[in-house]
């Protein structure tokens, strides 16, 4: 299986991970947010108190279907210095097709430091279904996201300098963003890592740590589609084929034991797997 078909296996799996959502569908979540960095932010109680009508009168508009009245007033609140107002008036751009203003306004929201602005400006720079592919801006958003500690954000960042995607091509960093975001359970970054210890980009080549990641992956997304697993499944036999038996199975339990760890909602079914079939592994002290 070619390398590069298999990174387009995890890219669409961490595309379906961000799916772009409506505008009110995130009124209530944001909201919250909205209300909390206002009540930090607001250096007086009756400037709070105005930031919070505002807050309160503009998802009021969006509600009632006024999103020239909601955008003005989340612009005000991002004035105001509540970043999500910016983040929110983004993605009131976004979902009436003004995409490059949407961008715009995910990079004023990332700039003042919202995570959720970092995340969707990155998405939206990224993806040709928006028409403003740019990678170089988009890579700035996925590294700052990154260095938040987001694990879609280091996937990105990493799979990026991995292939000189809007960024000077560097092996090592990519590996180090992948696998900080491998270790926080997303499974896109899992699969890109274990490529990348497979042929020894950014990491010593190491099939059978390579091996162990695979089967987390594997494991750790119900996103997969059919063929992706299928393509999955081919890798693990192509890097097992040259591993002993031994190796094989202290690999598959060390690859159930990063699950394990990264993983705090893992399957019930896959820990009684890992009890089962790596009993013995844990009596002899085996660890990833």
């Not at 919070?52 to 003005?72: H, K, P, V, Y």
């Not at 590294?143 to 938040?148: F, M």
């Not at 190491?206 to 081919?234: C, H, K, P, V, Y």
Request: glycine share 10%; hydrophobic share 40%; with cysteine.
């Amino acid at each position: 299986m070619p390398v590069a078909g298999l990174i387009s296996v995890a890219a669409r799996s961490a595309r379906r991970q961000l799916e772009v959502r409506p505008v009110i569908a995130l009124a209530g979540a944001v909201a919250v947010i909205v209300t909390l960095a206002m009540f930090s932010r607001a250096p007086h109680a009756q400037d709070a108190t105005s930031t919070g009508d505002l807050s309160e009168r503009a998802f009021a508009a969006m509600q009632s279907g006024d999103l020239a009245t909601a955008a003005q007033m989340f612009q005000e609140l991002g004035d105001q210095g509540v970043p999500q107002g910016y983040t929110m008036l983004g993605q009131i751009k976004r979902d009436l097709g003004d995409n490059s203003d949407a961008a715009r306004w995910f990079e004023r929201g990332a700039e003042d430091g919202d995570l959720l602005a970092m995340l969707e400006g990155g998405e939206i720079l990224s993806d040709p279904k928006f028409g403003i592919v740019d990678a170089r801006r988009a890579f700035k958003l996925w590294q700052s996201a990154a260095e938040r500690g987001a694990a879609r954000g280091q996937y990105e960042a990493g799979r990026s300098l991995m292939i000189g995607q809007g960024v000077r091509k560097d092996d090592l960093s990519g590996a180090d963003w992948l696998e900080k975001s491998a270790r926080q359970c997303f499974a896109p970054a899992q699969l890109a890592y274990a490529l990348a210890l497979r042929e020894g980009r950014g990491r010593q080549a190491n099939g059978e740590e390579a091996f162990s990641w695979i089967i987390a992956a594997e494991r750790s997304s119900d996103d997969w589609q059919s063929e992706d697993l299928e393509r999955l499944s081919t890798l693990e036999r192509e890097i097992s084929a040259y591993m002993s038996t031994e190796q094989v199975e202290r690999s598959y339990c060390n690859g159930l034991e990063l699950l394990a760890s990264g993983c705090g909602n893992a399957s019930i079914l896959f820990q009684i797997e890992r009890w089962l079939v790596c009993a013995d592994d844990r009596q002899a002290g085996a660890r990833p």
